[in-house]
Each structure stands twice: as C-alpha cells, then as structure tokens.
C-alpha cells in the first residue's frame, strides 16, 4: 500500500494559477504505477480529472480540463504534479490522487486515496 499526500491547493482569482503535488511514500512502487487526479465539489460526486501512466508519456484529460490543466510526475523523487491554469470557478473543489487499479476513469478503479486538498476559485 501506497499513502499519497496532495498539497498545493488554495484560494485563487478566476483566471489565476495553482499547482497541486501529490507526494508518495510507504512500501510503494511509485514509477511503475499509472496515477490520476479527482476532484469533488460540494453536493457532487467525485469526478476524474486527469490521469498519467507510469512512465509519465502518457496523459488523459477530462474535456472540461483540457487545454487548461496539465498532469506530469517525477518518480526519481516519487511526486505527481497538476498545474492548474486558467483556473474557473467551476473548478472549485476538493481535489484528491489516487493509484489506478484498473482501466477506465471510474473512482472504483483507483486505490490508496490521499486526503485532498482544497481549491476554491473566485470571481
């Protein structure tokens, strides 16, 4: 088992910047998992964010994020990075890493869940 810690997260201006770490420690394989980032806003389920697989070549967005977010890891120090551009204030939410399981961007398919880290964007 893996525990993941995110950091990063604040209150920032619709238009601004942030970017999230997800730091990985414990008996963990970390370069040779496929890692991804969820978020959850109030009332909401949790949604898939973004994804990476263990080599770090090779990313998926979800659309609302495309062009705006960017997923990427360094597994020599054993870190997972989202940078956050552009940021809306639909992107408010609490924002959580997690180890693929599986395939798909379902939540059941992600395990040792770190304990997220707020983001809130305003007008």
């Known amino acids: 088992q893996v525990q993941l810690v995110e950091s990063g997260g604040g209150l920032v201006q619709a238009g601004g910047s942030l970017r999230l770490s997800c730091a990985a420690s414990?008996?963990?394989?970390?370069?040779?998992?496929?890692m991804g980032w969820f978020r959850q806003a109030p009332g909401k389920e949790r949604e898939f964010v973004a994804r990476i697989n263990w080599s770090g070549d090779n990313t998926y967005y979800t659309d609302s994020v495309k062009g705006r977010f960017t997923i990427s890891r360094d597994n020599a120090k054993n870190i997972m990075y989202l940078q956050m551009n552009s940021l809306k204030l639909e992107d408010t939410a609490v924002y959580y890493c997690?180890?693929?399981?599986?395939?798909?961007?379902?939540?059941?398919?992600?395990?040792?869940w770190g304990q997220g880290t707020q983001v809130t964007v305003s007008s």
């Open positions: 997690a180890r693929a399981t599986g395939f798909g961007a379902s939540p059941s398919s992600y395990a040792d």
């Open positions: 414990g008996r963990t394989f970390f370069s040779s998992y496929t």
